[in-house]
């Protein structure tokens, strides 16, 4: 089983600023990495899949990068709707969920 | 625009069985590109993946639900069904439908997900 975890758990971050959040792999996913969003109440919604390709409609604002074991996502300058929680997926084995990420406003 | 939409029982006693139907409207189920699946969330938590089915019927399932999950698929109501069998206080949670894109014969990505539905199971 591969296990993902996400780090920081709660990230505080006042709108405009920066957020960067990290996945890592208990091995090697090679590129088949996806993010998500949450909001509270909906359902989860695709950013990005191939480690680094943005889904249809999703800001450029938001990019992904890294393989293998390590993986980020960045959201290069908060606005109101981008907090929420995210979540990585792999896609290498059967898919599997990180525990997620609450970008909160500082 | 395709869309998901999961139904059924919003209260499952413990020991029973829990079934869900999604439909899935805008788009065909049979669709050699796709895969469709199930996710939960119980309440204040993460994502879990329940298992994925193809068009044809065959299915991947999470090994940590294998034994009590089975998934369906019925291409001529553009619907797949979800069983999870003897279910417990621990099953208790949001229940999603999802589609996923097939890369190399196998579920990749959830792209889009139906609202969810919440299955409680209690007596």
């Known amino acids: 089983e591969i296990v993902m975890t996400q780090s920081p758990a709660t990230l505080s971050v006042s709108p405009g600023e920066r957020a960067t959040l990290s996945c890592r792999a208990s091995q090697s996913v090679s590129s088949n990495l996806a993010w998500y969003q949450q909001k509270p109440g909906q359902a989860p919604r695709l950013l990005i899949y191939?480690?680094?390709t943005r889904a249809t409609g999703i800001p450029a604002r938001f990019s992904g990068s890294g393989s293998g074991t390590e993986f980020t996502l960045t959201i290069s300058s908060l606005q109101s709707e981008d907090f929420a929680v995210y979540y990585c997926q792999q896609y290498n084995n059967w898919p599997g969920f990180g525990g997620g990420t609450k970008v909160e406003i500082k | 625009q395709l869309q998901l939409q999961e139904s059924g029982p919003g209260l499952v006693k413990p020991s029973e069985t829990l079934s869900l139907t999604c439909t899935v409207s805008g788009g065909s189920i049979s669709s050699s590109s796709y895969y469709w699946g199930w996710i939960r969330q119980p309440p204040g938590k993460g994502l879990e993946w329940i298992g994925s089915?193809?068009?044809?019927?065959?299915?991947y399932y999470n090994p940590s639900l294998k034994s009590r999950v089975t998934i369906s698929v019925d291409t001529s109501k553009n619907q797949f069904s979800l069983k999870l069998s003897s279910v417990t206080a621990a099953d208790t949670a949001v229940y999603y439908c999802a589609r996923l894109v097939d890369q190399l014969s196998r579920p990749r990505w959830f792209d889009p997900w139906g609202q969810g539905t919440l299955v409680t199971v209690s007596s």
């Open positions: 191939g480690a680094s």
């Open positions: 089915i193809y068009y044809s019927g065959s299915t």
